[in-house]
């Protein structure tokens, strides 16, 4: 059927667009972008990093923590799975695969650091490499 | 955006909406659930992380069942924000009951942040085969 385009529609479709390059990270600041699974959290503990990420429902063998230089990669498959000959009410979980790579603000200490998985938060303690801390110079 | 990245997004963490005020400091979440229900009995899903085995409280009053999960918030308090993505908080969800489950036989056990509520049916109310004579 012919229609005619209203400018209306002209309207809704330049919002769309606006809408997926907000929520795309294209025009971000960075090289890895905000939203995808999972959401990570970045705190400083003196002159360690600590990343803190939910991943609810997975085992420890599924998680794979990797690092290079300044860039930090989480991949996993998290499975949700229920009894066979089960009938659906309500799905909010999902099953997924990840992979995000993260860029930190600092050089890491590779052999310092320890990443531990509890009650569903994967905790990563992450020193700053030696190479990486400001060092004071003597004045004589 | 592809459709293969759009699936992969996290849902946004939802604050709970509730005219009563909550006892504990803090935000709260509704954790995500999923219930399934099988020939004996009905499963929820929970995601709760953060919330350890002795942190968890479930109430059942009438046909009402209140899951309460509390997180700790000591590891948190000397740390300094660098670039966060999600809050944390509680977690608080309620669902009523129907009155096919056998509430004196309520199961729950948490794993690795996942809360799993079994409520099994009152035998009675599981379907049966009728033979044909």
Do not use: C, W
């Not at chain 1, 998680?63 to 089960?86: A, H, M």
């Not at chain 1, 993260?102 to 992450?126: E, H, R, T």
Request: proline letters at 5%.
């Amino acid at each position: 059927m012919f229609r005619f385009s209203s400018a209306l529609d002209t309207l809704l479709a330049l919002q769309d667009a606006v809408e997926a390059a907000r929520t795309s990270d294209y025009f971000g600041l960075s090289t890895t972008n905000r939203g995808s699974y999972p959401s990570i959290n970045l705190f400083q503990d003196g002159d360690d990093v600590i990343l803190m990420a939910e991943v609810p429902g997975m085992k420890k063998e599924d998680i794979q923590v990797q690092i290079k230089d300044n860039l930090i990669t989480i991949s996993g498959e998290r499975k949700v799975d229920y009894p066979e000959e089960s009938s659906i009410h309500r799905l909010e979980r999902r099953s997924l695969k990840f992979n995000r790579t993260m860029k930190l603000p600092s050089k890491v200490n590779i052999d310092q650091v320890k990443a531990d998985y509890q009650n569903g938060i994967l905790k990563v303690v992450l020193p700053r490499a030696e190479s990486d801390r400001p060092k004071m110079i003597d004045i004589h | 955006m592809n459709k293969e990245q759009k699936e992969i997004t996290v849902q946004e963490k939802k604050e709970v909406q509730t005219q009563s005020e909550p006892t504990v400091p803090g935000k709260v979440y509704l954790p995500t659930t999923d219930i399934v229900e099988t020939d004996k009995e009905l499963l929820v899903y929970m995601d709760m992380p953060g919330v350890s085995k002795d942190k968890l409280k479930i109430q059942l009053e009438k046909n009402v069942i209140a899951i309460e999960g509390e997180i700790d918030a000591t590891p948190y308090s000397d740390l300094k924000p660098l670039y966060t993505e999600y809050n944390i908080g509680h977690f608080s969800r309620r669902f009523e009951l129907s009155n096919e489950i056998d509430q004196a036989a309520i199961n729950a056990g948490i794993n690795d942040g996942v809360l799993l509520l079994t409520l099994p049916k009152i035998p009675e109310k599981q379907p049966r085969s009728i033979a044909v004579k």
